[in-house]
């Protein structure tokens, strides 16, 4: 892959390499942050010095179906020794999609000086460098976090209903199949983590791993703009939101449309198909 | 920790013994890291298909439906009626996936039909904590389902 400056994001230095990363590893100013679906990778070898986020326990109220508030965040950024001016390097598994959630959550908290390793955990490895399973010592710090600002940047129901009505821009990231309500699963053993299948009427398919390569790293910005501005339709100008099922992999296409792409409006619904599915009175297609 | 049918009063049939042990083991750890270290010691464990048994490209049938990390489960006959179960997980980074395979490696190959049959997929939690993703805990249990049907499988054709 070309080096990321030659790639024609319209924000480059939201990504950083492997090698980068590798340059930076004990840089005082830099936090790796290792962020993973599957919960046995962090402990089984990370990045030297790495901390791990992790999705469930770290960044969710474990009461509600939100994020973590305020208190919450500043008890998270002292545990992994962060302050407001800490560059927060996030990478992880399944070509970042954890990484990008992680990272979306820590900008709902205006922690906006945070990147992304490019190619994730997979590149790391293949590349051949170097693991540690020794968790790092971190020394806490005081981090005075502003309250979450769902505003910009995350979406609710009632905003994606408001957006529908006013024929706005969506993208539905899950698989063609989710996307259709077809259902593909063995006798016996329904998928669909919705009442029904289907999607958020107007909304256009595009998997989110069509912005990824084979090796876990975006595609440039002319393959991305090929598929998101010339196949899909979609006008940077106008405003978009991405959902898949709970938010997490439209959080690698939210980072993709706004970071790379430069769109100037575009906000993740994390309540995403498992509550839009689910409500009673709203409306989908199939 | 023994494992009752939800809707009848009797127990259902056992689970294959290796099984049991390991839902033992698992049941009596209360820290999640304890139980990670465990899954990881498993993992390490993991043999993929041998090539006598299937080669790449994998014919899709043989494909997990739901497990992103890409698992395979392969059934084979044996002569006293049991089977022999292979996996193999593509995804490199599948690291739960292979724990969970090595443990119904070991645990279901050979073993009574029906005990296999009667593993309930909700399992996985008992292995993984409740604090796993839905696709993650979806994949896993369909990694499990796709065991299970082979066993019932197998019953419903004796």
């Not at chain 1, 196949?231 to 940077?236: H, I, S």
Request: proline share 5%; net charge negative; aromatic share 10%.
């Amino acid at each position: 892959m070309s080096d990321i400056s030659s790639r024609g994001y319209a924000n480059p230095d939201k990504l950083v390499s492997t090698g980068w990363v590798a340059e930076h590893l004990n840089d005082s100013n830099v936090r790796v942050i290792e962020s993973n679906e599957d919960p046995l990778l962090y402990p089984s070898g990370h990045v030297s010095g790495a901390v791990e986020v992790d999705w469930v326990k770290d960044l969710n109220d474990p009461l509600r179906r939100d994020y973590l508030d305020k208190s919450g965040f500043e008890a998270l950024a002292s545990r992994i020794g962060i302050t407001p001016q800490t560059t927060a390097v996030f990478y992880g598994d399944k070509s970042n999609w954890w990484a990008t959630y992680a990272l979306w959550v820590f900008e709902l908290f205006g922690h906006t000086n945070a990147k992304i390793m490019d190619g994730g955990r997979l590149k790391w490895v293949e590349e051949g460098r170097e693991l540690t399973r020794e968790k790092p010592s971190i020394s806490p710090t005081s981090y005075n976090a502003p309250e979450r600002d769902d505003s910009q940047i995350r979406a609710f129901r009632d905003g994606v209903l408001a957006h529908i009505g006013e024929n706005g821009q969506l993208v539905d990231v899950r698989s063609p199949g989710e996307f259709s309500g077809e259902k593909l699963h063995m006798e016996g053993y329904p998928q669909e983590g919705a009442v029904r299948g289907g999607h958020i009427p107007g909304a256009s398919s595009c998997p989110w791993s069509r912005a990824a390569n084979e090796d876990g790293t975006f595609k440039n910005a002319a393959e991305l703009s090929e598929i998101y501005l010339n196949e899909l339709g979609l006008d940077p100008a106008e405003p978009t939101i991405a959902y898949c099922r709970i938010g997490e992999r439209s959080s690698h296409t939210w980072f993709v449309l706004s970071n790379l792409l430069g769109f100037g409006d575009v906000r993740n619904y994390d309540g995403s198909w498992t509550e839009w599915g689910n409500s009673v009175g709203l409306p989908i297609e199939k | 920790m023994r494992f009752l049918a939800r809707s009848q009063e009797t127990p259902m049939a056992s689970y294959p013994p290796k099984l049991q042990q390991y839902l033992d083991d698992f049941g009596f750890m209360s820290s999640r890291e304890d139980r990670v270290d465990y899954l990881i010691d498993i993992a390490d464990e993991f043999q993929p298909v041998p090539s006598s048994i299937a080669s790449k490209p994998y014919d899709e049938a043989h494909r997990v439906i739901g497990c992103e990390s890409e698992a395979f489960v392969w059934a084979i006959d044996r002569a006293d009626g049991t089977l022999d179960f292979y996996f193999d997980v593509l995804n490199p980074q599948g690291l739960s996936a292979m724990a969970m395979s090595a443990i119904l490696d070991q645990a279901c190959s050979g073993a009574p039909l029906d005990q296999v049959a009667a593993i309930n997929g909700e399992v996985v939690f008992t292995f993984f904590g409740k604090d796993i993703s839905m696709g993650k805990g979806r994949g896993l249990t369909e990694l499990i389902n796709a065991v299970v049907y082979q066993a019932r499988r197998r019953l419903r054709s004796d």
